[in-house]
């Protein structure tokens, strides 16, 4: 029955309380379909998209009013900056591939993210403020603030030197060993690794800790973890070295995808999901039932600790829910009225030690030149700071925080947009970030199927991170769900 499926890099089939769902009173099933998808994200929509290939009767249910999941276009910004997914990479060979079929046109913004040593040439180029004043960079090396390691004085902090201390010492000998036992010697945490390196605890803390990449600090995310990723982002750029971008804005990708799928059901939360052992029902807050087959629950970590499991799930699977922490990220966009950084000679674009975060400059109009956001990434304990604020007051606070760094900037900026990921009720947090022994406890236990539920999303890929992470373990839950109707 099954028709031959092509796609590039297939990967081979590889929580809650046990309590009773029922439906609400006067409400009949919703929909009966061979497969229901649980989340209208990219893993969903790419695991629907396959099966509807192959002439399976698919429904998606979705808890927002819109599809995208972590893909998310801030639109009312001159340049549709991206509140989720950023950049499809080189080695995105799923949603390229899936981008062509759809015809979304794609613009490369590669050549606007490299960095700059000359700010009046490239608004791109960062710069350090650090104690409430931005640091010249011919003053660092010698600056009273500079506790960088001995041999990199000369360096600014942050992810670019770090990142290449873990390129070379990275041990695994393909980026795709990160899921081998034999990989788990390696599995210590960031901050032992920098230790290790002869780093103090001052300069873990400016490096790592001031904006944090992966989970909270160097003490509760994989070294392990790093070297996977740091090898996959290497390939990417050893493939092409592209910044992909969809016209329109990336979230253009999955509202293609949700439209040739065809049947996708929006604002249905889902609640529990009870497999009968002939057939399961989705059950969603509405009262609206929908049952198929099979399930596909490409919902994130966070908000299948909401749901209601019948029967309760394996323990390791309850375990690997209930434990594996995601990212937490709000990013606040602030909107220029006029390029004041031809005033004090700096680049709008800054690396801080406040709650402001990373501040990053982006050019995505028609004019390749012309910066046409600003974007604070506040990532780990600096999203919670401007969470508890409020959506207003913290746009307002991180505008304070520019003006007071930059006082050029004084009533020359305008709030844009707020995303808070971890306090999105259909999300709770951005991307997975493994502890120490996770990666091989629990990355198994969250990929594996519960009776005639099959899982997928970012967080049970193995070979790819992101939007392609969530592209192949859609894949994957697609072919494992075919394989048994």
Same mark, same amino acid.
């Given at each position: 029955?099954?028709?031959?499926?092509?796609?590039?890099?297939?990967?081979?089939?590889?929580?809650?309380?046990?309590?009773?769902?029922?439906?609400?009173?006067?409400?009949?099933?919703?929909?009966?379909?061979?497969?229901?998808?649980?989340?209208?994200?990219?893993? =969903?929509?790419?695991?629907?998209?396959?099966?509807?290939?192959?002439?399976?009767?698919?429904?998606?249910?979705?808890?927002?009013?819109?599809?995208?999941?972590?893909?998310?276009?801030?639109?009312?910004?001159?340049? /549709?900056?991206?509140?989720?997914?950023?950049?499809?990479?080189?080695?995105?060979? !799923?949603? #390229?591939?899936?981008?062509?079929?759809?015809?979304?046109?794609?613009?490369?913004?590669?050549?606007? !993210?490299?960095?700059?040593?000359?700010?009046?040439?490239?608004?791109?180029?960062?710069?350090?403020?650090? =104690?409430?004043?931005?640091? !010249?960079?011919?003053?660092?090396?010698?600056?009273?603030?500079?506790?960088?390691?001995?041999?990199?004085?000369?360096?600014?902090?942050?992810?670019?030197?770090?990142?290449?201390?873990?390129?070379?010492? /990275?041990?695994?000998?393909?980026?795709?060993?990160?899921?081998?036992?034999?990989?788990?010697?390696?599995?210590? +945490?960031?901050?032992?690794?920098?230790?290790?390196?002869?780093?103090?605890?001052?300069?873990?803390?400016?490096?790592?800790?001031?904006?944090?990449?992966?989970?909270?600090?160097?003490?509760?995310?994989?070294? %392990?973890?790093?070297?996977? +990723?740091?090898?996959?982002?290497? %390939?990417?750029?050893?493939?092409?070295?592209?910044?992909?971008?969809?016209?329109?804005?990336?979230?253009?990708?999955?509202?293609?995808?949700? $439209?040739?799928?065809?049947?996708?059901?929006? =604002?249905?939360?889902?609640?529990?999901?009870?497999?009968?052992?002939?057939?399961?029902?989705?059950?969603?807050?509405?009262?609206?039932?929908?049952?198929?087959?099979?399930?596909?629950?490409?919902?994130?970590?966070?908000?299948?600790?909401?749901?209601?499991?019948?029967?309760?799930?394996?323990?390791?699977?309850?375990?690997?829910?209930?434990?594996?922490?995601?990212?937490?990220?709000?990013?606040?966009?602030?909107?220029? $009225? $006029?390029?004041?950084?031809?005033?004090?000679?700096?680049?709008?674009?800054?690396?801080?030690?406040?709650?402001?975060?990373?501040?990053?400059?982006?050019?995505?109009?028609?004019?390749? /030149?012309?910066?046409?956001?600003?974007?604070?990434?506040?990532?780990?304990?600096?999203?919670?700071?401007?969470?508890?604020?409020?959506?207003?007051?913290?746009?307002?606070?991180?505008?304070?925080?520019?003006? #007071?760094? !930059?006082?050029?900037?004084?009533?020359?900026?305008?709030?844009?947009?707020?995303?808070?990921?971890?306090?999105?009720?259909?999300?709770?947090?951005?991307?997975?970030?493994? $502890?120490?022994?996770?990666?091989?406890?629990?990355?198994?236990?969250?990929?594996?199927?519960?009776?005639?539920?099959?899982?997928?999303?970012?967080?049970?890929?193995?070979?790819?991170?992101?939007?392609?992470?969530?592209?192949?373990?859609?894949?994957?839950?697609?072919?494992?769900?075919?394989?048994?109707?």
């Amino acid at each position: 029955m099954m028709k031959n499926v092509s796609r590039r890099g297939a990967i081979a089939a590889g929580a809650g309380a046990g309590l009773s769902i029922v439906a609400r009173a006067g409400r009949a099933a919703s929909s009966t379909a061979d497969v229901v998808v649980i989340g209208a994200g990219l893993s =969903g929509l790419n695991a629907a998209l396959l099966m509807k290939d192959q002439g399976f009767k698919v429904t998606v249910v979705e808890g927002r009013k819109r599809v995208g999941g972590r893909m998310n276009t801030l639109r009312t910004v001159e340049g /549709n900056p991206e509140m989720g997914g950023d950049s499809i990479l080189g080695g995105y060979g !799923r949603m #390229q591939d899936m981008a062509q079929r759809l015809k979304v046109q794609f613009i490369d913004f590669e050549g606007r !993210r490299d960095l700059s040593p000359d700010a009046q040439k490239d608004p791109t180029t960062v710069e350090l403020a650090l =104690g409430g004043k931005v640091i !010249r960079r011919e003053d660092w090396p010698t600056h009273p603030l500079n506790i960088m390691p001995a041999d990199a004085k000369n360096r600014f902090p942050g992810r670019a030197y770090f990142q290449s201390l873990i390129d070379k010492k /990275n041990p695994l000998k393909s980026f795709e060993d990160w899921v081998d036992p034999e990989s788990a010697k390696f599995d210590g +945490t960031a901050y032992d690794f920098f230790k290790q390196q002869g780093w103090s605890d001052a300069a873990i803390d400016l490096n790592y800790n001031t904006n944090v990449q992966y989970g909270t600090s160097a003490h509760d995310v994989s070294i %392990l973890m790093w070297y996977f +990723t740091q090898a996959w982002f290497k %390939l990417q750029s050893d493939i092409q070295r592209v910044a992909y971008k969809a016209v329109g804005g990336n979230e253009s990708i999955p509202e293609a995808m949700a $439209k040739a799928v065809g049947d996708v059901q929006l =604002g249905k939360s889902v609640i529990g999901i009870r497999d009968n052992g002939s057939a399961v029902e989705v059950h969603c807050q509405d009262g609206s039932v929908f049952t198929g087959k099979r399930v596909v629950c490409s919902m994130p970590v966070p908000t299948m600790r909401w749901v209601k499991f019948d029967p309760i799930l394996p323990s390791a699977k309850a375990k690997a829910i209930l434990t594996v922490p995601v990212m937490k990220i709000t990013k606040v966009v602030i909107v220029p $009225k $006029k390029p004041f950084w031809r005033d004090d000679g700096f680049s709008p674009a800054m690396w801080t030690d406040t709650d402001a975060g990373e501040i990053r400059a982006l050019r995505e109009g028609s004019d390749p /030149n012309k910066v046409t956001c600003l974007m604070a990434w506040a990532r780990g304990f600096l999203a919670d700071r401007l969470d508890m604020m409020g959506e207003k007051e913290a746009m307002a606070h991180v505008i304070r925080i520019y003006e #007071q760094l !930059r006082p050029a900037a004084k009533g020359q900026l305008s709030p844009g947009g707020f995303k808070s990921w971890q306090a999105d009720p259909f999300s709770g947090g951005d991307w997975v970030v493994w $502890k120490p022994g996770q990666i091989h406890e629990c990355l198994p236990a969250l990929k594996e199927p519960a009776g005639r539920i099959h899982f997928c999303g970012e967080h049970t890929a193995v070979s790819n991170r992101g939007m392609e992470g969530a592209m192949e373990s859609g894949e994957r839950a697609a072919l494992e769900t075919m394989a048994l109707l």
